[in-house]
């Protein structure tokens, strides 16, 4: 059994967050979606640019080197905005949070694992998650995730730990009751 009291800052919910954003699937999907788009998007604009020019030569090395210079251009923008982005919109829904106090953290939370299930109790709420209900236990670059649905989860920071010794047995403990743990 392993008894864990804490409460998750900003800087826990915000990584749990950007982390989400950038390992799940649906998020995964629409990024490539965005990228793919606005390549295609690429392409029509330089056919429009180039579509006035009457040499076809001329035509086509323009096309192909508009084409290229905006596909990767696109490309390389939707890397290169897309955490700042997710970080952007993650601290604007805390501002949010902030004003109506629903903040999802910032409240002392004690997370038991039973031999049976996970009791999670705080000031506002006590949940019991049974093992199966649980989908994947994932270890992320600050703290451990275990998702008990596809996009809620327990956050257990790395500071919780009294050291690596017991992240290890905690995580073992894991995934002897979960099966998919990455």
């Known amino acids: 059994m392993f008894v864990f009291t804490y409460a998750l800052t900003q800087a ?8 989400h954003s950038a390992t799940a699937k649906s998020s995964k999907k629409a990024r490539r979606f965005m990228m793919v788009f606005f390549s295609v998007l690429a392409v029509f604009i330089s056919l429009g640019m180039t579509a006035g020019d009457g040499e076809s030569g001329r035509l086509w090395y323009a096309f192909v080197v508009v084409t290229v210079f905006l596909a990767v251009f696109m490309y390389g923008f939707f890397r290169l905005i897309d955490k700042p982005l997710t970080a952007l919109i993650f601290r604007l829904n805390v501002r949010l949070a902030k004003k109506d106090g629903k903040l999802p953290f910032d409240v002392l939370t004690t997370v038991t694992f039973e031999d049976e299930y ?3 109790i705080s000031e506002r709420a006590e949940t019991k998650f049974f093992y199966p ?3 994947k236990v994932k270890e992320g670059p600050k703290a451990i995730y275990i998702y008990v649905n596809a996009i809620m989860a327990l956050v257990l920071p790395y500071r919780i730990f009294e050291g690596e ?6 995580l073992q403990f894991m995934h002897g009751k979960v099966f998919t743990t990455e």
Not at 12 to 19: G, K, L
Not at 165 to 170: C, D, N, T, V
Request: no cysteine; aromatic share 16%; net charge negative.
């Open 12 to 19: 826990d919910w915000v990584e749990f967050s950007a982390h």
């Open 133 to 135: 209900t649980v989908e």
């Open 118 to 120: 996970i009791l999670d």
């Open 165 to 170: 010794e017991q992240k290890r047995e905690f």
